[in-house]
């Protein structure tokens, strides 16, 4: 199998990308992640460029002990007319003490007349001689040929010279460069090929693209069948504008759909893990949709495709989602059929049979074309399937609840309001039912009706059912369904809660948007009640 080489920039040109940023302690962690998933290189940043870079390159030192990958630093070669001598870019890329360095080297006519403000000449000659000093004092030096594509388009003899000028001095890398994201694969095939036969064996290509047109994957692969035996791009595609291709997508497809090795035995596994963990960094989710790595990647929410699933796990999969450490989900919904629910019930563990499939089916669809949205509730989906089978106890009985909210004297100026709920519920040590239940009528105050009819029902329950105390809300998320309605619209209130161990989401749908917090309240803390097998 013929080895690709993976050159991840996360840490680079990842983090060119508008509203992402990290501290050093995040881009050291990420590199521990890198190094992890098995890529060969890691370029960690600029040094020079910021105070940050030079921190990371120093304490990448003695901080980061790396098994499978190399770290590079990344930056120019020389400036136009100056000296390699007295370069403060290559000085630096020298002072951060990696063993492989990358520099960008303008490698179109257009960028070297118009950005650099040179001649062609000083152009081939800044890069010849770059190398040159970093080969000398013992760097590998990888060079990335910025606006290779355009370049060759434009002037084909010029940009072929910046490559021969970076593989005399014995550059062990020439990677072409999408700078603007513009080229399509059929262009980047037949440019890669050329440059191929031009240079042979005596470097490696590399290539490297933007996702300005959605085509950096497409792109890379199709370098990589021209030649190409090293793809730069990024964890979740960050990057410069579009993005850069993303490591996420073309490591699968070229590992496990085109017999190409880029990552060491046993590591593509760890691939969905690392994604996120380093999206978690950043604070930057990944994208539900990523493929082979998002949250939906395989996620089945028709019913007819989880019926097939149920016959056989592979109809609806393009590749075992756990080769990259993913796993299928069911997504139940309006779309859901027979097979759906009953591979739910047999996920969450409730016996039901067909005709409380039915039920639960006509309930879920009536309650979708409500408002409902149970693929993001767990908790009410989990009661409405088993409330179908009978097996949700009754904690307790709401006799009524009322809620008041008053202004008090001062206006809006300087006024304050009060709120205060009243909740009558029937408990007992044997349920509502049982001869020793009793009735309780409790009040409490709090800063909005939410809150207030929550510390109501609490109160009224506490006594008879304690473990209500060890439930904790956490989030509480409210959606006008219908905007064009105005105040009268209908909203869908979406609740989470945590018992310390385990997290659960109820949701509740009206046009009063107390009774939606209402009924997504009572069924959290139903389910928060419910037995569970330890
Ligand atoms: C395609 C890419 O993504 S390459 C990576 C780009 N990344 C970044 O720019 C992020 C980090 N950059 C920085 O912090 C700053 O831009 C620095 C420190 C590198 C340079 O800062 P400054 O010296 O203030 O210059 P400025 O940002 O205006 O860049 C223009 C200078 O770079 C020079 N330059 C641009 N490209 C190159 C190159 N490939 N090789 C050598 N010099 C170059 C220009 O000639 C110009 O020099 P001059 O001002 O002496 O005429
Ligand atoms: C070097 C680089 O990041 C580019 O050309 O896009």
Redesign the pocket.
Known sequence: MRLVEVFDTTL??GL?VEGVTATVDDKLRIAEQLDHLGVHYIEGG?P???PKDIEFFARAQTELSLSTSTLVA???????R?KTDDDA?LRNLLEANTSAVC????SAEY?VVE????TLDEGAA?IAD?VEFLRSAGRTVLV?M??FFDGYKQNPEFSLRAIEAAVVQGASHLVL?D?NGGTLPHEVARIVADVKSHVGDDAIIGIHCHDDTGCAVANSIAAVEAGAGHIQGTLNGLG?RTGNTNLTTVIPNLQLKMGYTCLPDGRIERLTAVSHHVAETLNRAVDPQAPYVGSSAFAHKAGLHVSAIARAKDAYEHVAPEAVGNGTRFVVSEMAGRATIQMKADEIGIDIDGQQINQVIDDLKRLEHEGYQFEAADASLELLMRRAVGSVPEFFRVESMRVITDELPGGIAGGAFSTEATVKVWVGPNGPDGDDAERHVSIAEGNGPVNAIDGALRKAIERAVPRVAGIHLTDYKVRILDGGSATGATTRVLLSATDGTRDWTTIGVSPNIIEASWRALEDSLVYGLLPRES
């Open positions: 680079r040109d060119q600029w020079g460029a910021n990344f930056g120019s070669t020389r400036r136009p100056g870019t520099i960008v080297a303008k960028h950005a650099l403000q040179t800044m770059s990335d910025e606006h460069c700078t410069e």
